[in-house]
């Protein structure tokens, strides 16, 4: 009886990489994994985290509390706190929680479950974004102390005005502000473009002063 001949196999197919980019709105493809400074825009921040919710959504107001405007936030509590802010430094306040625009806001419990894989993701997209507005790749410890301190003290007001907590909870988790009294403050949630309007008009204000002290 005749031998059947065997049909070769076919070459196993490599398996498809999985999509680590995102397109954004400008036209740029911005690789997550590996993000250039060249593929970042100031208009793709800015509409990115103007729809970006801080706290999950969970806030109170008509529209939810963005990341563009926490930001702004945080840029003005800054410049009350440290008195002796330039330019960059205000930037860069401005500018701290600007990888959320591609990765979202991950409330803080989260962030330390999911441990150094999220952490990694961000310090790259942080470093690029800082490398495509000149300022320092890494930060020194002291200005991230300071720009922490400013964020502490605006997730203190927003956590009390906004988000339903009280303030013995709120000093828990955040500590209690000093220098900076909430009626110094604009809480009040705005909608997506005139959060996203108030970011980039900042950002060019600080790009101004920038440009006069010969940046």
């Known amino acids: 009886m005749p031998r059947l001949a065997m049909k070769p196999k076919s070459p196993a197919k490599a398996?498809?990489?999985?999509?680590?980019?995102?397109?954004?709105?400008?036209?740029?493809?911005?690789?997550?994994?590996?993000?250039?400074?060249l593929d970042i825009e100031i208009g793709d921040i800015a509409h990115g985290l103007a729809r970006v919710a801080r706290w999950n959504g969970q806030t109170e107001g008509d529209h939810a509390y963005s990341?563009?405007?926490?930001?702004?936030?945080?840029?003005?509590?800054?410049?009350?706190?440290?008195?002796?802010?330039?330019?960059?430094?205000?930037?860069?306040?401005?500018?701290?929680?600007?990888?959320?625009?591609?990765i979202g806001d991950m409330i803080s419990p989260f962030k330390a479950t999911l441990g150094d894989d999220y952490k990694l993701v961000e310090k790259r997209l942080q470093r690029a974004i800082?490398?495509?507005?000149?300022?320092?790749?890494?930060?020194t410890e002291t200005l991230k102390k300071?720009?922490?301190r400013a964020d502490r003290i605006a997730a203190f007001y927003e956590a009390?005005?906004?988000?339903?907590?009280?303030?013995?909870?709120?000093?828990?988790?955040?500590g209690r502000p000093r220098g900076v009294r909430p009626e110094?403050?604009?809480?009040?949630?705005?909608?997506?473009?005139?959060?996203?309007?108030?970011?980039?008009?900042?950002?060019?204000?600080?790009e101004k002063l920038r440009g006069t002290v010969g940046h």
């Open 67 to 102: 990341v563009a405007q926490h930001s702004l936030l945080v840029e003005e509590i800054f410049g009350v706190v440290m008195r002796d802010a330039t330019p960059d430094t205000l930037l860069a306040a401005l500018l701290h929680d600007a990888p959320e625009y591609v």
């Open 15 to 37: 398996p498809a990489a999985a999509r680590a980019w995102q397109r954004m709105l400008s036209g740029r493809r911005l690789d997550l994994l590996d993000p250039s400074p």
């Open 130 to 139: 800082h490398l495509r507005f000149a300022l320092w790749p890494d930060l």
């Open 146 to 148: 300071a720009i922490k």
């Open 184 to 206: 110094m403050l604009n809480l009040a949630p705005l909608p997506a473009k005139r959060a996203q309007k108030a970011f980039l008009a900042r950002f060019a204000a600080i």
């Open 160 to 174: 009390t005005r906004l988000a339903g907590f009280g303030e013995p909870e709120a000093a828990r988790f955040f």
